[in-house]
């Protein structure tokens, strides 16, 4: 998912073996924990690659055919780390971060595909080991990120 022209070329494929595509799930991940001075070029670009611009791919190449159709979703599996940020997961979190921003971004399109999301995909903790038992913290990580369903 890494190459912009392979995407395209999958999306072509499936088109012409399946004709309509209803639905895109996002959900490639790499979750390298390393401190940042410690995080090489490559290994960021390689976080970034898999778990942002794969998604960025895939949605501009079935974008077309569900607006043609004027149906389809786009579901995106995020990251805790994108709405509240963690140690040692800078690339992560960046990465994660920016497909918050894309899934948000398309959801203000208002029309179709309309994306959904599962935003954080655990439920919110207070700590990596606690979770989140009271309501108000619960609720005040969620409200951060766009939840909408799939119509």
């Known amino acids: 998912m890494r190459l912009a022209g392979a995407v395209d070329a999958m999306v072509r494929r499936a088109l012409t073996e399946m004709e309509t595509l209803d639905v895109l799930v996002c959900n490639a991940a790499i979750r390298p924990h390393q401190a940042l001075?410690?995080?090489?070029?490559e290994e960021w670009h390689r976080?970034?690659?898999?778990?942002?611009?794969?998604?960025?791919?895939?949605?501009?190449?079935?974008?077309?055919?569900?607006?043609?159709?004027q149906r389809g979703s786009?579901?995106?599996?995020?990251?805790?780390?994108?709405?509240?940020?963690?140690?040692?997961?800078?690339?992560?979190?960046?990465?994660?971060?920016?497909?918050?921003?894309?899934?948000?971004?398309?959801?203000?399109?208002?029309?179709?595909?309309?994306?959904?999301?599962?935003?954080?995909?655990?439920?919110?903790?207070?700590s990596p080991r606690r979770p989140a038992r009271d309501g108000r913290t619960r609720d005040r990580l969620t409200?951060?990120?766009?939840?909408r369903q799939a119509d």
């Open 37 to 41: 001075t410690e995080t090489s070029l």
């Open 47 to 69: 976080v970034l690659a898999v778990n942002l611009h794969s998604a960025f791919y895939l949605t501009r190449a079935v974008v077309p055919a569900m607006k043609a159709r």
């Open 74 to 126: 786009i579901i995106a599996i995020g990251g805790q780390s994108s709405v509240t940020g963690r140690p040692n997961t800078a690339a992560v979190t960046a990465a994660k971060t920016g497909l918050l921003g894309l899934v948000r971004a398309l959801a203000g399109r208002r029309t179709s595909p309309r994306p959904a999301c599962s935003w954080p995909p655990t439920p919110p903790r207070t």
């Open 143 to 147: 409200t951060r990120a766009p939840f």
